[in-house]
């Protein structure tokens, strides 16, 4: 059985500012570093395994 994380109240696809949906791009596949960039205010994140 397949169990997916969830993470209450913050949705890492949705810009925290202004909750537009973020467009993401892969900036290293073998470390899973991957940009957010949200188009609407311009906040960039990233995100990579501690
Ligand atoms: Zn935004």
């Avoid at 397949?2 to 290293?28: H, N, Q, S, W, Y």
Wanted: with cysteine.
């Amino acid at each position: 059985m397949l169990t997916r994380m969830k993470v209450p109240g913050a949705d890492p696809r949705r810009c925290p500012t202004c909750g537009d949906p973020l467009t993401f791009e892969i900036l290293d596949d073998e470390r899973f570093l991957v940009a957010w960039s949200c188009v609407n205010c311009g906040l960039i994140r990233t995100t990579e395994p501690v």
